[in-house]
């Protein structure tokens, strides 16, 4: 009977995300078919994580309209639904920016997530490519109703690399199923429930496996940061560069960000949607040699800069396609340099005058050709 259904069913689904319609394989789920249509119409996501398994369903901020559930049967959906765990079904419509009910649920979600997270952007390490950030920017009010104290946390060192700054934190859970699902044994986690619950390692044990740092990757907030980076530049100030080395752990395929020929952090090269890349189909965790240990750029096989797809504002550093202005004074000065326009120590080109055995200030008169 199953295999009847089965052979009975389309091809393909056919799903309408905000007025654009697009063939999708059945079990897709709405969050993925947006993506492949991209842009706008996709909803921000903040737990979801497409590489690790059971992520998603946390944080309500991918919610959409389900306005006919499908050709079938095209009666609305009677509440909103997280996309990132709502299949899609043939003749399915679905509104996401084009719904003033999702708008409206989704500035409610920011100002919840808000609630306890601290808005510490300038000294924050993730400023620039915290996806909190850019949501709130998106679909944020200007101001808070909370009036209670808000939950702090004493920062916590987890292992030697990284940092938990708690009070950050928007328990999406992803970094729980990294140590899940890419280290031996997971040792961290959610303690408590409620308004008490934290990520905390049991019994305050480090984590030293070798793909631990792929947490940071996945934080979505600045909550873990990676210890060997913390203050040591703005994001936006850096040149982010791909490149590779040999590893026998992982892929060895990273992004290193520099400023100048420093290597200041190392890490996993991320997609427009700010996840980690796949390479044959398998996701591009790297280890945690390749992350800490190997901050120097003849580590590495440089690659060129690193196209960076998502809404970010590291994209505003440009330097793909950079244009300088046309350098005309070499051009209109006889082939002197700019610099040498100021070099008052020198020998006027002039009157030969040596400027520096003047006894006084140079004036006009220094410079009056001697006939
Ligand atoms: S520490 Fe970061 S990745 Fe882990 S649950 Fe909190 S926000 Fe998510
Ligand atoms: S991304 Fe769907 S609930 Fe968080």
Redesign the pocket.
């Known amino acids: 009977m199953a295999e009847e259904i089965k052979k009975e069913a389309p091809a393909n689904f056919k799903v309408t995300i905000d007025n654009i319609t697009i063939e999708v394989a059945p079990g897709t789920t709405i ?1 993925n078919a947006a993506r492949q249509i991209g842009g706008d119409v996709t909803p921000p ?4 994580y497409s590489k690790l398994q059971g992520s ?7 919610m959409v309209e389900v306005a006919a559930g499908s050709a079938a049967d095209p009666r609305p959906m009677p509440k909103l639904v ?4 709502t299949n899609v079904m043939d003749g399915m419509v679905v509104k996401n920016i084009t719904s003033e009910k999702v708008l409206d649920a989704r500035a409610g979600v920011v100002e919840f997530l808000l609630i306890n997270h601290p808005l510490d952007c300038p000294i924050c390490d993730q400023a620039g490519e915290c996806h909190l950030q850019d949501l709130s920017y998106q679909h944020g009010k200007e101001g808070t109703r909370y009036e209670f104290k808000r939950r702090t946390f004493e920062k916590e060192d987890i292992g030697p690399y990284i940092q938990l700054h708690m009070t950050r934190c928007i328990l ?1 859970y992803r970094c729980t199923y990294v140590a899940d699902q890419l280290t031996d044994k997971r040792v961290h986690g959610i303690l408590d429930r409620g308004d008490h619950a934290e990520i905390s390692t049991y019994i305050s044990k480090a984590i030293d496996n070798d793909f631990s740092g792929n947490m940071i990757d996945v934080c979505p907030v600045g909550a873990l940061t990676d210890k060997t980076f913390r203050f040591k530049n703005r994001v936006w100030f850096t040149k982010p560069v791909d490149a590779h080395r040999a590893c026998d752990k992982c892929c060895g395929k990273v992004t290193l960000w520099q400023r100048g020929d420093d290597v200041l952090r190392v890490t996993a090269r991320k997609d427009e949607w700010g996840e980690v890349q796949s390479y044959e189909g398998k996701p591009g965790w790297i280890c945690n040699t390749c992350r800490f240990d190997k901050k120097h750029s003849n580590d590495w096989i440089i690659e060129g800069p690193t196209n960076i797809s998502r809404h970010s504002v590291i994209s505003q550093g440009h330097y793909i396609g950079l244009q300088k202005p046309r350098e005309t004074i070499a051009e209109v000065m006889g082939g002197r340099e700019p610099k040498l326009l100021m070099d008052i120590h020198g020998i006027s080109d002039v009157n030969s005058v040596d400027i520096s055995l003047l006894p006084g200030p140079a004036t006009s008169k220094t410079f009056e050709k001697k006939e």
């Open positions: 969050l996501a903040m737990c979801y998603g369903g946390k944080c309500r901020t991918c997280a996309s990132c765990r999406c």
